[in-house]
């Protein structure tokens, strides 16, 4: 046999066995589902039957985008000055709000909703003295959705602009300075991310149904929900809106019901997706992030500044003194543990598998990319975590599966088909253009692909991989869409619980587990942002060849070995 053809032979071999645990878990935990949701439009008449048009279904999608859309207003509006700051910042304070940004984004939606209604209880005489009533559903109560999750996304938008600024021609903005127009010209620049960030707060701001729930509104994800629950929408004094006409009994007929009531939604999230595509395509062409700093003569203004200040306190310090402020006992750690350790227990155990999975699928893209995984998991992820849940029930609730629909198979392929675009993203780093030039050379000493991976890539792509798989871990920690459709039970998690106590009005323990669940998330995140910046310094060191010049002649050597 032709040496040539065996050496070649041997490296696809290789190759296909360094890219295979991303490919199996991006196929089981994305693709799966997809296909699932995909079978469903096209052979269950349910679905088609239940896409008919009605005023209902008119109203409630014309509601879900309007209080999404200004949810996505104001977060990017409040975002302003905290951009400002990480895009043309000097000093501490722009250090500490990019440390500060992700561990903000991390908090569990469902603490912080249920923060911000303690806030309301707190204030309740100030409130009715300037004549606002937050009666269940109503103005007021709808005005306090949207500001609970305009702040809570706001990072979204501060960090889209705020990488948009650093990115801008210093030269560019210095002229238009001199010539009187440096806003105007910034405004013009920062178009495309203000496009982005608007579009993707939407999609996150639609994907959340707890915050709504709690008080009975009614948009698609609070009725997806109760459509695959019990069959029939919330307009239950209708029998004509009920789902195919009448109560669903059959799961398989209210999981069609459900991605029905979805679809609508579903279409205009892939419109809003590619609008975020090319606004962030119009920010810089540019693959670097500006390692130096801005001109003084550039410089944030002190407003900013003070801004910038002013909505983390707000944002992040006001909702916390607003739990602490609410509990009737004394808070003690000791009888947290006591009365949710096994919840918390089960939640960390989940979180630390998809973490896990989550380094191995980092790892084996990184060695080895394959193309189209990264679509598959940012689709997964656009549909939103119900339908994601919905999927995997349908797949799995069978009695050759109950080992994974009954343990933590299933609860962690949904985190996984969340997250694991993060993943991902920390490997397609390893495949820019410095790195290219890293693999060239070990290639040309005849490492294979999971030599350079080993001795190459991995020893330097280890910040970024490692911060993507506690990212997973802390998302999945609070992941609030899939896990309460899902309600593992073996390990129990804390979210669905927490989520039971909103309704039945247990204060104190859900104070508790509010204060619990903000704890635990804080320590992968924390982790995870000081990892972050790790991984940028040796990025800003690829971009101007300073750690690949020395560790590309030491690092190939071994590979090569």
Known sequence: MNPEITRRSSGSLRALAVSAPAVILVVLCCGLPLAWLCMQGLRNPVVWRDLQPSSFRFWLLARTLGYNF????????????????????????SKILWMILPAALLMPSLAYSYAWSQFVVLNSGAFEALGITFSPAGPADVMRCIWTLAAWLWPVPAGLIGLALRRMDTSVQQQALLDGVLWRITLRQLL????????????????????????????VATEVRLVFDTGAFSAIGDTSLAAGGSALPDQAARSAAAVATAMPLLLITIILAALAVWGASRASASDDISAGDWPRSLAAPKWTCLCAAL???????????????????????????????????????????????????????SGQWRRGLMGLAIVCFLIGGQLLAIALIRVCNRPSLTWAYDGAAVPVMAYLGRFIWLPLVAARGTWTQPWRQLREMTAADGAGPF???????????????????????????NEVQATVLLYPRNPQVLTPLVLSWIHIQQYDVMIEASLAMMSIVLVPASAAVALISQAFRIARSAAGGGIFGGTAQRQSGNSSK
């Open 70 to 93: 200004a949810v996505a207003v104001l977060a990017t509006g409040m975002a302003l000055p905290a951009a400002i700051v990480l895009g043309r910042g000097r000093g501490i304070l």
């Open 451 to 477: 030599a350079t991976a080993r001795h190459v890539v991995w020893p330097l792509a280890w910040p970024a991989i490692a911060a993507a798989g506690l990212l997973v871990g802390a998302l999945s920690l």
């Open 311 to 365: 909505l983390v306190v707000l944002t992040l310090v006001v909702p916390v003194l607003s739990l602490i402020a609410s509990l009737r006992i004394p808070f003690s750690p000791g009888r947290i543990w006591t009365q949710f350790g096994p919840e918390i227990g089960g939640s960390v155990l989940l979180g630390s598998i998809a973490a896990a999975l989550a380094v191995l699928a980092a790892m084996s893209a």
């Open 192 to 219: 495309g991310p203000i496009v982005a960030s608007l579009a993707v707060v939407t999609i996150m701001a639609t994907q959340e149904f707890a915050v709504y729930e709690t008080t009975g509104i009614s948009v």
